[in-house]
């Protein structure tokens, strides 16, 4: 089986809510998607979604995504899209970096062998160590009160965990962080996400305020390091996401103790193989991670459902829907949420097919014509 040809579709995914605000004043209102397809000569057909979240958020941007596509796309015709470390290793060396721009294609190349094998994905990453997924919700940035009744609303909806959007001024999300923590219920799980938005003072300062609350705080401070302080200055329990980039970084961590939890973003790290050995290092580490992605539609929310449900339940710590974020379908068959949780599809490969009504005709077209 050979790789003919790698196509990108570009679509546009509104937001039920209008608007997705974070630290600094960050903000997107539609988000940019970049739908993928890795054809063969076998006449089997893999697809995948990179959705970065806005060029301010990683070194990641909506249309990097399609030029690193057109850069590596035509060095990856003629490989076995089934033989993934060869795979993963040609893209890394025809382009340094630029891992979210890898990533669909490496995560097309798993369906691919979801479909050839006649199994989900989720069995081919370890199996089914979980019949359905707890899911978190983002809470977008908002005054204290507004952001306590979007939780009390979500809340109804079956989510008991929630990722609160601070980074922003310290009183006002010490106020964010009290008011929301009040109307949850006991077992509720709270996050306070600075996505890097605070000082080491301002971080100091929160972290110290908040002491007595029932939360976790998620990477305060842009840098490793300046976490690692913040870690080594409170009791709360810790998350890390932006700097975990890939299993150099995971290791240190590990070696650290600077964290609790690892959000681990499967576009961030390059795709769903270098995203299955950091999440097996973590396991062996007794490390619980949020499974996720930077954002996305359905088939991004496929592809976080299968790695979701392979992993022991105990070292999940939560995932999520972002295809009950938008407004536009995009494929068929992706995972829909119930009560606050998810499962992955049992189709062969993500279970899913693209709505090609929607997507109309593709923006990058490498190999057969």
Same mark, same amino acid.
């Given at each position: +089986?050979?790789?003919?040809?790698? $196509? ?72 076995? *899209? #089934? @033989? ?6 040609? +893209? @890394? ?21 979801? $479909? ?15 019949? !359905?997924?707890?899911?978190? &919700?983002?809470?977008?940035? /908002?005054? *204290?009160?507004? +952001? ?16 609160? $959007? ?20 006991? =077992? @509720?799980?709270?996050?306070?996400? %600075? ?13 110290? %305020?908040?002491? !007595? ?17 913040? #870690? #080594?200055?409170?009791?709360? *329990? ?13 290791? &240190? =961590? ?9 959000? /681990?973003?499967?576009? $961030? ?9 950091? &999440? ?8 619980? +991670? ?14 976080? %459902? ?25 494929? !068929?068959?992706?995972?829909? &949420?119930? !009560?606050?949780?998810?499962? %992955?599809?049992?189709? *062969? ?21």
């Amino acid at each position: +089986m050979k790789i003919t040809a790698i $196509k990108a579709w570009q679509v546009d995914l509104p937001l039920k809510e209008g608007r997705y605000s974070w630290s600094n004043g960050n903000f997107v209102d539609v988000f940019d998607a970049t739908v993928v397809a890795v054809e063969t000569d076998a006449g089997i057909t893999g697809y995948a979604e990179c959705c970065p979240l806005g060029s301010a958020y990683l070194p990641a941007y909506a249309a990097g995504v399609r030029a690193g596509l057109e850069e590596i796309g035509p060095k990856l015709i003629g490989l076995d *899209p #089934r @033989d993934l470390g060869v795979l993963n290793r040609r +893209m @890394d060396a025809v382009l340094r970096g630029h891992a979210y721009a890898k990533a669909p294609v490496d995560v097309a190349c798993w369906d691919i062998l979801g $479909k050839v094998a006649g199994l989900p994905v989720y069995r081919l990453l370890g199996g089914s160590e979980q019949s !359905d997924i707890a899911l978190y &919700r983002a809470i977008s940035q /908002l005054p *204290p009160d507004e +952001m306590a009744r979007n939780i009390a609303g979500y809340r109804k909806e079956g989510y008991t965990k929630f990722q609160l $959007k601070v980074g922003a001024d310290a009183n006002d999300d010490i106020a964010r962080i009290r008011a929301c923590r009040q109307i949850l219920q006991p =077992g @509720d799980v709270l996050v306070a996400d %600075a996505n890097t938005g605070w000082t080491m003072h301002e971080a100091a300062r929160v972290v110290a %305020a908040v002491r !007595d609350v029932d939360v976790y705080i998620e990477q305060p401070c842009p840098s490793y390091e300046e976490c690692l302080s913040i #870690r #080594r200055r409170t009791g709360l *329990p810790f998350v890390l996401d932006e700097v975990i980039t890939g299993t150099d970084v995971l290791v &240190r =961590g590990l070696a650290d103790h600077a964290m609790d939890v690892i959000n /681990l973003k499967i576009s $961030k790290v390059g795709g769903l193989t270098k995203a299955r050995l950091m &999440r097996d290092l973590c396991v062996a580490s007794g490390i619980p +991670m949020t499974i996720e992605d930077t954002w996305g539609g359905d088939i991004v929310t496929a592809a976080i %459902a299968h790695l979701a449900r392979s992993t022991p339940a105990e070292f999940c710590f939560s995932a999520t829907d972002f295809n009950s974020y938008g407004t536009v379908t995009i494929a !068929d068959g992706a995972p829909q &949420r119930v !009560d606050g949780r998810m499962t %992955a599809p049992d189709r *062969p490969g993500f279970g899913i097919e693209p709505r090609f009504d929607v997507l109309g005709d593709p923006v990058v077209v490498v190999g057969a014509q």
